[in-house]
């Protein structure tokens, strides 16, 4: 074989190896698929979105939305009535045994509590009624919504020739606390007023608990 035709032989297996060489770069350039693409950054995270925080469940947000054992929150914002948030009036129940009954009606805004017996004098007379029946606590007494009323029964007597009767009576609301209240006054006609034949039953919600404690 001459020295020319062996040169071209080594040439042409040279060409053959570069061109190889060169497929995959080649393809490549033409969009081919001979190299996997880089993942991109978002794909390339194992961790999956975080998910948004539960809302916080912290104590104060406890606390505006309910209350203790004993209520709702409101509940320990209702104060005492006095005689500046209700009306009051004495009528008559039974004139035997000079009996009235005695309402008063919450003619303020908000909610109050008729808390204990009413505090009733007779005019000039000395002392209070006596009280009649067990009270409940504050924390159980009687709420007072607006326009709402609470009754009381108050007891006089036949006339025993130690007392007389009273042409009115004035009441202040309890408020277990030293707040000065301006008294109330009722008409009522014929109540005799005994030392010994005098008595008030504590505040409740309907009119036959009042005249029957």
């Not at 007494?141 to 020739?161: K, N, V």
Request: charged share 15%; glycine share 10%; net charge negative.
């Amino acid at each position: 074989m001459s020295t020319v035709r062996r040169t071209a032989l080594v040439l042409t297996a040279l060409s053959a190896l570069a061109l190889t060489a060169c497929g995959p770069a080649e393809d490549d350039a033409a969009g081919g698929t001979g190299t996997t693409p880089a993942a991109s950054p978002s794909a390339a995270s194992s961790e999956p979105p975080s998910k948004p925080s539960a809302p916080s469940t912290s104590s104060a947000g406890t606390s505006s939305a309910g209350g203790s054992s004993g209520g709702s929150p409101a509940d320990h914002d209702v104060f005492p009535c006095s005689t500046f948030d209700v009306t009051f009036t004495a009528s008559l129940a039974e004139p035997t045994t000079s009996s009235y009954l005695l309402k008063v009606t919450n003619k303020s805004t908000k909610a109050c509590r008729a808390l204990g017996h009413p505090v009733v004098t007779f005019g000039d007379l000395d002392g209070a009624a006596t009280e009649r029946g067990t009270a409940p606590g504050i924390e159980d007494a009687l709420r007072l919504e607006p326009g709402e009323s609470a009754y009381a029964g108050l007891m006089g007597g036949a006339d025993d020739g130690k007392g007389r009767t009273v042409g009115s009576i004035a009441m202040t609301m309890n408020t277990e606390s030293d707040l000065e209240q301006t008294p109330l006054s009722a008409s009522t006609p014929d109540l005799y007023v005994s030392p010994d034949i005098n008595s008030v039953t504590p505040w409740v919600n309907n009119v036959e608990d009042a005249l029957s404690l």
